[in-house]
């Protein structure tokens, strides 16, 4: 365990490295330096979110150590937060994984023997509705330099349920079933998080496990919360879509898995499903101001009765004049190697919700899809990533 204290002249100490002296370097969180993606309230001195795949990119220079201080509004268990660092002409090493939580403020991101330059990518990694209350993020301090991050300039954007909210990711072995409550829960192992990596995207993903695109579904539902800064503001529209800088050059919308159940044996209920999700799109370009999204509709891979009404969608979309393209995820689970061969295990996650694996196909899936339509390419691993130091 690595015990944290502040020396008398304001320095941070660490016990397993000594006082760093006056030199430690503190950055507050809403500094330019910082790049961030995702929904978010971003101050000069703090950024406050809730929804999971909010990243922060932080670049630090000759570093032995990285702590961030961040609060949350949660009574005793926030949020879950991943960070990864560059290596070796990689981006993305796993570094640290942390609970935030009311009692412990400042936290160990990065550690290291020697002076280190390095990229570091801190995400949210569960989804709001297990009670992570609202994360703020105070500041960042280094014993190194802090230098600026260059913003992502490809945008995307994820509107989805439980699939897409990390729900019941990553399944122990072995493990007959596994409640989640957010500790099988992992963004950064999601087909988003690995798109977003793969295409050095700056993303943003609003999710909710159990919601449909149909409103008949009953409560509130992704119409609602796409219109929220916060999962808890819904069904108040409070995100400003022009001021908020973002617009998606992509959007993926992966719903329909809880819309199938209003929707089975139901006509009247399978047009609605096609007619809302095109008034979505519609709405999303007009809330942008940018009719030049493409939009990715998805089917698959928990259920494919509802696919006929996404292609649906699709070619009413595109016979409205909106752009968009379905990506087949129907065998994503059973393509998967941790997949039961007679189907009787759904995916590879918990509670027949696909899992790393799942995830893995859904990407694969999707990633020449998106490729093609919108001319990308992978993005080079940064310069951080060099083995270089100083």
């Known amino acids: 365990m690595v015990n944290l204290y502040w020396c008398a002249a304001g320095c941070f100490l660490v016990s397993v490295f000594g006082c760093t002296a006056a030199t430690e ?36 220079r ?30 993305l090493y796993p570094e640290a994984q942390f609970w935030v939580t009311p009692y412990i403020n400042t936290t160990m991101l990065f550690a290291s023997n020697a002076p280190k330059n390095t990229l570091l990518t801190m995400s949210n990694i569960v989804d709001p509705r297990y009670g992570t209350g ?61 798109l977003c990596q793969h295409f050095g995207a700056s993303c ?27 999962y808890r503001d819904a069904p108040t529209p409070t995100y400003s879509f022009a001021a908020s800088g973002f617009a998606p050059d992509a959007m993926v919308i992966d719903l329909g898995t809880n819309d199938e159940r209003v929707m089975r044996n139901s006509a009247t209920m399978s047009k609605r499903f096609t007619e809302e ?33 996404t292609l649906a969608a699709v070619a009413g979309g595109v016979a409205a004049g909106l752009k968009v393209t379905w990506i087949d995820m129907r065998t994503a689970c059973v393509d998967a190697r941790l997949h039961a061969p007679d189907d009787s295990d759904g995916c590879d996650g918990c509670a027949m919700h696909p899992g790393i694996e799942g995830h893995r196909g859904m990407y694969e899936a999707a990633e020449p899809v998106i490729a093609k339509v919108m001319g990308w390419t992978p993005t080079p691993a940064s310069m951080y990533s060099r083995p270089t130091n100083a």
């Open 204 to 230: 943003s993903t609003v999710a909710v496990g159990g919601k449909c695109m149909l409103r008949e579904c009953g409560g509130l539902q992704m119409p609602d919360y796409f219109l929220s800064t916060m």
């Open 277 to 309: 999700t095109i008034a979505f799109m519609k709405n999303a370009t007009t809330w942008y101001d940018k009719p030049d999204i493409e939009f990715f509709l998805t089917s698959g891979p928990m259920e494919n009765s509802t696919m006929n009404a």
């Open 134 to 194: 609202i994360t703020t993020v105070v500041s960042f301090a280094t014993d190194g330099t802090f230098e600026v991050v260059s913003p992502q300039t490809r945008r995307m954007e994820f509107i989805g349920d439980s699939i897409t909210a990390a729900t019941n990711v990553v399944r122990p072995a072995g493990a007959p079933s596994c409640g989640d409550a957010g500790y099988q829960s992992d963004w950064t192992q999601t087909y988003s998080a690995y």
């Open 62 to 91: 000759n570093a032995k150590y990285v702590t961030a201080t961040i609060q949350t509004s949660a009574a005793s268990r926030g949020t879950r937060m991943r960070v990864f660092i560059s290596d070796q002409g990689f981006d």
């Open 25 to 60: 370097q503190i950055i507050d969180a809403g500094n330019a330096m910082i790049d961030w993606s995702g929904r978010i309230n971003r101050t000069n001195k703090s950024v406050s979110f809730d929804w999971l795949g909010v990243t922060a990119r932080i670049a630090v």
